[in-house]
């Protein structure tokens, strides 16, 4: 069984900086796809970074400013968040998949989180 339990999130103003952490039990993120989603009241969760033995990938609006990482040794991925937005403003969650190739569909990843709050205030 693979638990993973996120940490860091909070509150910031915009263009500051938050780094989140997701450590994980059972498993490490040495294989498989590891991601990061978010989901902002009353909107739908979506995509923000994944990596895999590839590489990273991120959707369009947070590239150049948040950057997703991993130490397996430690088996925790971080997620750097730089310049924050008040439009970053969501619930974030870590998940996991087995998949090398799951991408950025929410259900390809078979593991989550409970999810952590950023809040960016303008």
């Known amino acids: 069984q693979v638990q993973l339990v996120e940490s860091g999130g909070g509150l910031v103003q915009a263009g500051g900086s938050l780094r989140l952490s997701c450590a994980a039990s059972?498993?490490?993120?040495?294989?498989?796809?590891a991601g990061w989603f978010r989901q902002a009241p009353g909107k739908e969760r979506e995509f923000v970074a994944g990596v895999n033995e590839i590489g990273d990938y991120y959707v369009d609006s947070v590239k150049g400013r948040f950057t997703i990482s991993r130490d397996n040794p430690k088996k925790t991925m971080y997620l750097q968040m730089e310049r924050l937005m008040p439009e970053d403003t969501a619930v974030y969650y870590c998940?996991?998949?087995?998949?090398?190739?799951?991408?950025?569909?929410?259900?390809?990843?078979?593991?989550w989180g409970q999810g952590t709050q950023v809040t960016v205030s303008s």
């Open positions: 998940a996991a998949a087995m998949d090398a190739r799951a991408g950025v569909r929410a259900d390809n990843y078979a593991y």
């Open positions: 059972g498993r490490t993120f040495s294989s498989g796809t």
